[in-house]
């Protein structure tokens, strides 16, 4: 089991509850219709061929990544600045929320805690996100993958991430925090597991019942 983090905020010391970090993109939120329509219309303005299909199954790494995928080297800063501008006007609207995710986010507060998003999506879009869906998260952090992670969930004293893909799990561990998957991404329970997850949840409806026994043990 990993290292954990302090209960209790660094930044907030008298806060009871504990601060857990989500991950954004099929974990908080099923972003798969808004990227995949942002990713047309990118092919469309650019006349480059993308299958955008494909590229939903494998969300989680950085923008660049998959960019890589589509354009030579010298392009991909180009392109990825054209991809955030696009993204608020086809992403938004089509993307929807995961099940149970205000209810997680609820349960959390509920508890006494905090509720930290970080992400390897554009900070901006994210938080666009967050807001047009009316997730109520504490933080937000944008722009970080895998053990990239870990410095924010540090710094916010996170003792639990909660996140679909294996880079999650690698933040988590990084920030010796708990880390709790939950297979509604591109990576299925036993990629997870084997990748080091401490808890496996079916999504994340189970949440809340799993967060108040891991706060009645630690009480």
Same mark, same amino acid.
């Given at each position: 089991m990993a290292l954990m983090a302090a209960l209790t905020d660094p930044q907030n010391p008298a806060a009871p509850g504990p601060v857990v970090g989500f991950d954004l993109d099929m974990t908080l939120i099923d972003s798969r219709p808004g990227i995949r329509a942002t990713w047309v219309a990118l092919a469309?303005?650019?006349?480059?061929?993308?299958?955008?299909?494909?590229?939903?199954?494998?969300?989680?790494?950085?923008?660049?990544?998959?960019?890589?995928?589509?354009?030579?080297?010298?392009?991909i800063?180009?392109?990825?600045?054209?991809?955030?501008e696009m993204y608020p006007t086809y992403a938004i609207e089509p993307t929807l929320?995961?099940?149970?995710?205000?209810?997680?986010?609820?349960?959390?507060?509920?508890?006494?805690?905090?509720a930290i998003v970080v992400t390897a999506k554009y900070e901006p879009n994210a938080k666009l996100h967050l807001s047009h869906l009316g997730i109520d998260a504490d933080a937000v952090v944008g722009d970080l993958w895998?053990?990239?992670?870990?410095?924010?969930?540090r710094e916010h004293g996170? !003792? *639990?991430? %909660?996140?679909?893909?294996?880079? /999650?799990?690698?933040?988590? @561990?990084? #920030?010796?925090a708990l !880390? *709790?998957? %939950?297979?509604?991404?591109?990576? /299925?329970?036993?990629?997870? @597991?084997? #990748?080091?997850?401490?808890?496996?949840?079916?999504?994340?409806?189970?949440?809340?019942?799993?967060?108040?026994?891991?706060?009645a043990e630690r009480a």
């Amino acid at each position: 089991m990993a290292l954990m983090a302090a209960l209790t905020d660094p930044q907030n010391p008298a806060a009871p509850g504990p601060v857990v970090g989500f991950d954004l993109d099929m974990t908080l939120i099923d972003s798969r219709p808004g990227i995949r329509a942002t990713w047309v219309a990118l092919a469309e303005r650019t006349g480059t061929y993308i299958d955008a299909d494909l590229v939903v199954t494998r969300l989680g790494p950085p923008l660049t990544d998959e960019m890589a995928n589509w354009f030579p080297a010298e392009r991909i800063p180009a392109m990825t600045d054209l991809y955030r501008e696009m993204y608020p006007t086809y992403a938004i609207e089509p993307t929807l929320p995961m099940p149970g995710v205000h209810e997680t986010i609820d349960a959390v507060h509920a508890a006494g805690g905090r509720a930290i998003v970080v992400t390897a999506k554009y900070e901006p879009n994210a938080k666009l996100h967050l807001s047009h869906l009316g997730i109520d998260a504490d933080a937000v952090v944008g722009d970080l993958w895998a053990e990239g992670k870990g410095e924010a969930l540090r710094e916010h004293g996170a !003792s *639990v991430y %909660v996140g679909d893909h294996i880079g /999650d799990v690698r933040g988590a @561990r990084t #920030a010796r925090a708990l !880390s *709790v998957a %939950v297979p509604t991404g591109p990576c /299925d329970a036993d990629e997870l @597991r084997a #990748a080091g997850a401490d808890v496996i949840l079916t999504d994340l409806t189970a949440f809340p019942e799993w967060l108040a026994g891991y706060v009645a043990e630690r009480a």
